[in-house]
């Protein structure tokens, strides 16, 4: 069973400069997820999907980042214009159901952001 | 708002040696507990979940958790590592009201052969 694709796997860019990060969840999963892990500290939510709906976006920073999955499948994370403590590594997370009440969320190898 | 605490930030141990990683958390609903693990230049991949029944539950690779609901406590265990535990160990709590899965802060574990 492939796993979830993350790319690009690292991306270098400047302060307000914008970047895109493309998720491809496994086959089938409902649910979707983008978490923030910033160096030093746990994953933190930014936004989930379900299906092609957005469930939860409360932690995302509306004002630069975006997130869309317009036909439930794949997904795209969008930062314009970037900030320095942007840098992070952005992991994408999919599960069949709601994956917070199974708990078993499949995430792929993450995209790690450096903002200069 | 929910929180999960991992006190202990780096752990150095020599193989054999018995592993205790604490968990505590904030919230006093009703929840859902799991630890998470990252070995070096993997993603992050379920290691043991809690749900209901048993406190004491058990995961892959020998690891096991006990969940005390007095102490709002997870705490996860290993009798004797290996040098392949090296890695980084991560809480996650759900408040099952509602339904955000909450990582701690992580704790890297390195073990010496």
């Known amino acids: 069973e492939a796993g979830v694709a993350q790319s690009p796997r690292y991306k270098i860019i400047e302060k307000r400069q914008s970047v895109a990060f493309w998720c491809n969840p496994i086959?089938?999963?409902?649910?979707l997820y983008w978490y923030q892990q910033i160096l030093g500290q746990g994953p933190k939510l930014l936004i989930q999907?379900?299906?092609?709906?957005?469930?939860?976006d409360s932690q995302l920073p509306k004002d630069r980042f975006s997130a869309e999955r317009l036909k439930g499948v794949d997904s795209t994370l969008k930062i314009q214009p970037a900030k320095l403590e942007d840098s992070a590594v952005y992991l994408c997370?999919?599960?069949?159901?709601?994956?917070?009440?199974?708990?078993?969320?499949?995430f792929g190898e993450g995209s790690r952001l450096t903002v200069l | 708002a929910q929180s999960v605490s991992q006190h202990n930030h780096h752990v150095i141990l020599s193989e054999a040696a018995s592993l205790e990683l604490g968990c505590n958390y904030s919230?006093?609903?009703?929840?859902?507990l799991f630890w998470y693990v990252q070995y070096p230049g993997q993603h992050l991949q379920l290691l043991l979940k809690?749900?209901?029944?048993?406190?004491l539950v058990k995961g892959i690779k020998g690891f096991e958790a006990e969940f005390i609901k007095s102490k709002f406590s997870f705490n996860l265990r290993k009798p004797s590592v290996q040098w392949s535990d090296t890695a980084e160990y991560f809480c996650?709590?759900?408040?099952?009201?509602?339904?955000?899965?909450?990582f701690g802060t992580g704790t890297r574990l390195l073990v010496s052969p």
């Open positions: 997370a999919s599960s069949p159901t709601s994956g917070a009440n199974t708990g078993e969320l499949f």
């Open positions: 086959s089938g999963h409902a649910t």
């Open positions: 999907f379900q299906n092609n709906g957005v469930v939860d």
């Open positions: 919230y006093g609903g009703t929840v859902n």
């Open positions: 809690y749900f209901s029944g048993d406190p």
């Open positions: 996650a709590v759900n408040d099952v009201g509602f339904q955000k899965l909450v």
